[in-house]
């Protein structure tokens, strides 16, 4: 099976821009959740996508939005962009996603935007 | 609540020599652990995890990590290091959460393997 794939790989953008990246779940997987890593704050939750809901979200201001389609694929959107958004963006998929906290979460290689 | 503590933020071993990543955790659940690393500009890999089973569980790469409910840890350990292991490990608590499950990292140890 293919991995979890995540594009763009790198991004620069300006702030006040916005941007949005994507994510391709494992084939079957049904739970994406996003992350951005920082080497300040390190891997911090951003949101978790379940059946098209999100289902958990992290402490993240509203700027920071995603959405999940129909074949599981993700999205997530920043507006207005700050410098402190640049960071490694992160994607996992895991295979139940339901209630259970035993699922293995599968991480792409991430997206590196940065911010100017 | 939950949270997780990676107790040393940089380890380093000589090649060859044992490797110990110590983490301890806090949850009100009975927890999933993992552990995971991330080699520079890639995402992260799963190397073992624990869900209620064996409390002494083995991974891969000759990773092992056992998990101690009266100390609340999960340390990593391995008993040779190789150059290829230097890398960043993450010490993950996941537990049930409203709706869902709720995933906490720890901040991260980094391993440097000295020739």
């Known amino acids: 099976k293919a991995g979890v794939t995540q594009t763009p790989r790198y991004l620069i953008k300006t702030r006040g821009q916005q941007v949005t990246l994507s994510c391709s779940p494992i084939?079957?997987?049904?739970?994406v959740s996003w992350y951005q890593q920082t080497p300040g704050q390190g891997l911090q939750f951003l949101f978790e996508?379940?059946?098209?809901?999100?289902?958990n979200k992290g402490n993240f201001p509203g700027r920071f939005s995603g959405r999940q389609f129909s074949n599981s694929r993700s999205e997530m959107n920043v507006s207005t962009l700050e410098l402190g958004d640049s960071a490694l963006y992160l994607c996992?998929?895991?295979?139940?996603?339901?209630?259970?906290?035993?699922?293995?979460?599968?991480f792409g290689p991430g997206t590196r935007l940065t911010v100017l | 609540a939950q949270s997780v503590t990676q107790l040393d933020s940089h380890v380093s071993v000589s090649e060859g020599t044992p490797v110990l990543l110590r983490c301890n955790y806090s949850?009100?659940?009975?927890?999933?652990l993992f552990w995971y690393v991330q080699h520079p500009n890639k995402g992260l890999q799963l190397l073992l995890k624990?869900?209620?089973?064996?409390?002494l569980v083995k991974g891969i790469n000759g990773f092992e990590a056992e998990f101690k409910k009266s100390e609340t840890s999960f340390h990593l350990t391995k008993p040779s290091a190789h150059m290829s292991d230097a890398a960043e490990y993450f010490c993950?608590?996941?537990?049930?959460?409203?709706?869902?499950?709720?995933?906490?990292f720890g901040a991260g140890t980094r391993l440097f393997v000295k020739a």
């Open positions: 996508y379940f059946s098209e809901t999100q289902r």
């Open positions: 996992a998929s895991s295979p139940q996603g339901d209630s259970r906290s035993t699922d293995t979460q599968y």
């Open positions: 949850s009100s659940y009975s927890p999933s």
């Open positions: 084939s079957g997987h049904r739970s």
């Open positions: 624990y869900t209620s089973a064996a409390t």
């Open positions: 993950v608590v996941s537990a049930p959460n409203t709706g869902g499950f709720k995933t906490i």
